[in-house]
């Protein structure tokens, strides 16, 4: 890991995200203050066994990302669907603020709005059926 790497975390149910600023810290947006704050790399792992990069095909350079992630320090507009630490690191490297995990979470949410009205399409195709019957 070097500085300006997007990095990230497994915890229970979701993976949290950060910036390496290269000197063992990390600017990461933290969920339970809702703040974007520089904290030390072993409390950014949260005692996780281990630490990964996260690879992106395009990305501004390793000083430029640092220094996107340094501006927006303080900053407390903690969102879970719209300003989270994955969309935070993402912003940081791209300059676009994306989830993957939320991505995920909408597309199952789809599929279970799209099961419960086939679902109910198909009772309602069984009742006017029975009462033809």
């Known amino acids: 890991m070097a500085k300006g790497d997007h990095i990230k975390v497994a915890r229970r149910g979701y993976t949290h995200h ?4 290269g ?4 600017v990461e947006y933290d969920k339970i203050s809702g703040t ?3 904290v030390a790399m072993a409390e950014f792992a949260g005692g996780a066994p281990e630490v990964r990069v996260v690879e992106h095909a395009e990305g501004f350079a390793p000083e430029k990302i640092a220094e996107r992630a340094m501006m ?3 900053e407390s507009a903690y969102h879970l ?7 935070f690191a993402n912003w940081c490297v791209t300059g676009r603020a994306s989830s993957t995990q939320i991505r995920r979470v909408k597309a199952a949410a789809a599929l279970v709005v799209a099961a419960a009205g ?3 399409v198909s009772r309602s195709v069984l ?3 029975a009462q033809r019957d």
């Not at 950060?18 to 600023?21: A, H, L, P, T, V």
């Not at 669907?81 to 969309?87: T, Y």
């Open 18 to 21: 950060g910036i390496d600023m």
């Open 23 to 26: 000197d063992g810290t990390v």
């Open 36 to 38: 974007i704050q520089r």
């Open 72 to 74: 927006r320090m303080g």
């Open 81 to 87: 669907f719209s300003s989270n630490c994955e969309q």
């Open 118 to 120: 086939t679902a109910a």
């Open 127 to 129: 009742r006017k059926k």
